[in-house]
């Protein structure tokens, strides 16, 4: 007698009209809930056939269920999404719904109807969303964080996944797309926009784990979900081979999941099974509480956090620690921006499923930002008020437009008194009169010594050696001398190559000149190159004393700091002048390194920034646009223009 049922889509914008299949015998009742709050929206008499639903326009986007009686358990739910009829409205947070991972596990264990389990030879390459089932499963991995959201955090707008691949425009009036949970089937389309949605200034926010795992491809109009998990088995695979439905890291699609999501699940770790109950005992430490993303929390590092947080499954990226630090490889496909922020050791696991690790981190791809979790069950910790405003700091600062001027923090050098970057390494004058050095970029790494750097007041390094300058660091001392040394992260003597102008106090090089900045603030400059025979450079006033505290140089353009603490720019050249960027964070020395900048405050906290004013960061469009408008420039308060 029981009815049950399935809907020809999982979202409808409100407004509109979604066509439901009913099969068994009636009449009886349908009731629909909003699933976030469990608060009833309708309820209507229905018999078998089909049966419409007309969502009312005043419906907020979110996530639904129908459920028809007299029922048979799951069979008898129906879960589809309201989307808003005006995106981007209300919110410019999208939060997507894996319908797609809820599919998959439809019908698991039955012959030719599941597509798990996954190496079983029964199991089924194409399953039908045309069916019943297909709702999340006992755990209701994404339930924690819709709860949080609909309670305290900000409001958001809904989609489901599938919405991704099947409307190009889905993102665009959007600032950050949420995951969330257990999102592990992604297509080819559904990725390609959403990177490029980050690459030209979106972002993403991952608060789950084993993500975009599977390709899986969608035929029928989206009504047909193919994942065969053999290249061989898959017709596809001699057509178009990075189309085959295998895991995104495999051959022959090579295109690593963490490219996107910065973890991958091939580092992580996994409880099934009567093992389950130990996710519950589990929790991150602390690697880099000086972080935006840990502003308020009071943590420090090493401490814990999220107990209780980490699902069944989650996502880690390959690490090395130096002095306890860790940090990403780079060897899986990581981006090399990735700064890990929280680890927890779990190769335990192993007598439990599968060994390996958990990590939360953050890191930049293009214009935009990702953040990631790393682990399927974030909602269930949200109870813990450090997990709290982690998850505030993330969607506040994600879900807002770029600022100009942003510093973030990637470590310490406390009493520095110079500073360089030079390839991948950051070297700075330590305040023990050591030269110390460590790779940069975004994580909170150590200062390694390598060596004296006696009276060394000024540290730079070209961009490109030119006749008789090499490409190496240059250095001045307390006495004038100039001073090189190989930039590399080994033992080195110091070479005396010069003289330097009296009381200098920073040094760049720039389009093959050097440039001192003296005691009171004096521009000079001089020929990087010696020529053979010379027996000194001839140093160049350009500019009188002013209130200029650091130089560098980076990518051909002179950055100084002002007394006021505004950061300035200027091409080289001796008719150039400065001109404001923005605000120095309280920088007392600078480095240019691969294009951003470096900052030493007088605190003893390092931090970095991009040249641009904004970067080129994508600005959601109104409601109903075509495409993004983009950000160009900025005026000097971080205001768009």
């Given at each position: 007698?029981?009815?049950?049922?399935?809907?020809?889509?999982?979202?409808?914008r409100q407004g509109g009209t979604l066509r439901f299949t009913v099969?068994?015998?009636?009449?009886?009742?349908?009731?629909?809930?909003?699933?976030?709050?469990?608060?009833?929206?309708?309820?209507?008499?229905?018999?078998?056939?089909p049966w419409e639903l007309a969502v009312p326009p005043h419906w907020r986007s979110s996530l639904y269920r129908a459920v028809f009686t007299p029922g048979a358990g799951e069979r008898s739910e129906v879960w589809f999404v309201v989307r808003p009829a005006e995106p981007g409205a209300r919110s410019r947070i999208l939060l997507s719904v894996p319908f797609a991972t809820w599919q998959a596990y439809n019908r698991a264990g039955v012959p030719g109807e599941g597509l798990y389990w996954t190496e079983d030879p029964d199991r089924a390459?194409?399953?039908?969303?045309?069916?019943?089932?297909?709702?999340?499963?006992?755990?209701?991995?994404?339930?924690?964080?819709?709860?949080?959201?609909?309670?305290?955090?900000?409001?958001?707008?809904?989609?489901?996944?599938?919405?991704?691949?099947?409307?190009?425009?889905?993102?665009?009036?959007?600032?950050?797309?949420?995951?969330?949970?257990h999102d592990?089937?992604?297509?080819?389309?559904?990725?390609?926009?959403?990177e490029g949605f980050v690459t030209a200034g979106g972002n993403l926010a991952v608060f789950g784990a084993n993500t975009a795992w599977w390709q899986m491809r969608l035929e029928?109009?989206?009504?047909?979900?193919?994942?065969?998990?053999?290249?061989?088995?898959?017709?596809?695979?001699?057509?178009?081979?990075?189309?085959?439905?295998?895991?995104?890291?495999?051959?022959?699609?090579?295109?690593?999941?963490?490219?996107?999501?910065?973890?991958?699940?091939?580092?992580?770790?996994?409880?099934w099974g009567p093992g389950m109950p130990q996710m519950y005992r589990e929790a991150y430490t602390a690697a880099f509480a000086g972080h935006w993303v840990f502003e308020g929390t009071g943590l420090a590092d090493g401490d814990t956090f999220a107990l209780g947080g980490l699902g069944y499954e989650t996502d880690a990226a390959e690490l090395e620690f130096t002095d306890g630090v860790p940090a990403a490889t780079g060897r899986d496909g990581t981006p090399a921006s990735f700064t890990v922020l929280a680890t927890a050791d779990l190769r335990h696991w192993e007598a439990h499923g599968q060994g390996g690790w958990a990590v939360m981190g953050v890191f930049d791809s293009g214009a935009g930002t990702v953040f990631n979790a790393g682990t399927v069950n974030w909602g269930a910790a949200l109870d813990d008020p450090v997990?709290?405003?982690?998850?505030?700091?993330?969607?506040?600062?994600?879900?807002?437009?770029?600022?100009?001027?942003?510093?973030?923090?990637?470590?310490?050098?406390?009493?520095?008194?110079?500073?360089?970057?030079?390839?991948?390494?950051?070297?700075?004058?330590?305040?023990?009169?050591?030269?110390?050095?460590?790779?940069?970029?975004?994580?909170?790494?150590?200062?390694?010594?390598?060596?004296?750097?006696?009276?060394?007041?000024?540290?730079?390094?070209?961009?490109?050696?030119?006749?008789?300058?090499?490409?190496?660091?240059?250095?001045?001392?307390?006495?004038?001398?100039?001073?090189?040394?190989?930039?590399?992260?080994?033992?080195?003597?110091?070479?005396?190559?010069?003289?330097?102008?009296?009381?200098?106090?920073?040094?760049a090089a720039c389009d093959g000149l050097l440039y001192a900045l003296d005691g009171r603030g004096a521009l000079w400059s001089a020929p990087q190159g010696l020529p053979a025979g010379a027996a000194a450079r001839d140093w160049t006033c350009l500019a009188p004393p002013s209130g200029l505290l650091a130089l560098t140089a980076a990518n051909g353009r002179l950055y100084a700091v002002a007394d006021d603490d505004v950061l300035l720019h200027r091409r080289p050249g001796a008719a150039e002048g400065w001109q404001r960027l923005g605000p120095a964070g309280g920088s007392v020395l600078l480095a240019g390194q691969a294009g951003r900048l470096v900052g030493l405050g007088a605190d003893g906290v390092l931090r970095t920034r991009g040249v641009l004013p904004v970067g080129g960061v994508r600005v959601a469009p109104a409601a109903g646009a075509a495409r993004p408008a983009v950000v160009v420039g900025a005026a000097l308060d971080g205001t768009r223009t």
């Open positions: 007698m029981a009815l049950v049922a399935h809907a020809a889509a999982t979202s409808c099969t068994g015998q009636g009449p009886g009742l349908v009731s629909v809930e909003d699933a976030v709050d469990g608060r009833p929206v309708h309820r209507a008499e229905v018999s078998a056939g390459a194409r399953v039908a969303f045309d069916r019943p089932g297909g709702g999340p499963p006992p755990e209701r991995w994404e339930a924690g964080l819709m709860r949080w959201l609909r309670a305290y955090g900000p409001d958001v707008e809904y989609c489901s996944n599938l919405d991704l691949h099947l409307d190009p425009q889905a993102l665009l009036p959007y600032q950050l797309l949420v995951v969330n949970g592990e089937y992604w297509t080819w389309e559904m990725r390609d926009r959403v029928d109009g989206g009504r047909t979900m193919v994942c065969y998990r053999d290249a061989v088995a898959d017709p596809m695979a001699a057509v178009a081979p990075e189309r085959a439905t295998v895991e995104w890291s495999s051959h022959p699609v090579n295109r690593p999941e963490n490219s996107l999501t910065g973890l991958s699940f091939r580092q992580g770790a996994g409880c997990v709290d405003r982690i998850t505030r700091n993330v969607l506040t600062r994600l879900a807002a437009p770029a600022r100009a001027g942003r510093w973030t923090a990637i470590g310490v050098a406390t009493g520095a008194a110079a500073l360089a970057g030079a390839g991948s390494w950051l070297f700075a004058v330590q305040a023990d009169g050591t030269l110390g050095v460590r790779r940069a970029g975004p994580q909170n790494l150590p200062l390694r010594p390598l060596g004296p750097a006696p009276g060394i007041v000024a540290l730079a390094a070209p961009r490109e050696a030119v006749t008789g300058g090499p490409l190496t660091l240059y250095a001045a001392d307390d006495t004038g001398r100039l001073l090189l040394r190989p930039a590399r992260p080994e033992a080195a003597d110091w070479t005396p190559a010069g003289r330097c102008p009296a009381g200098t106090r920073a040094l």
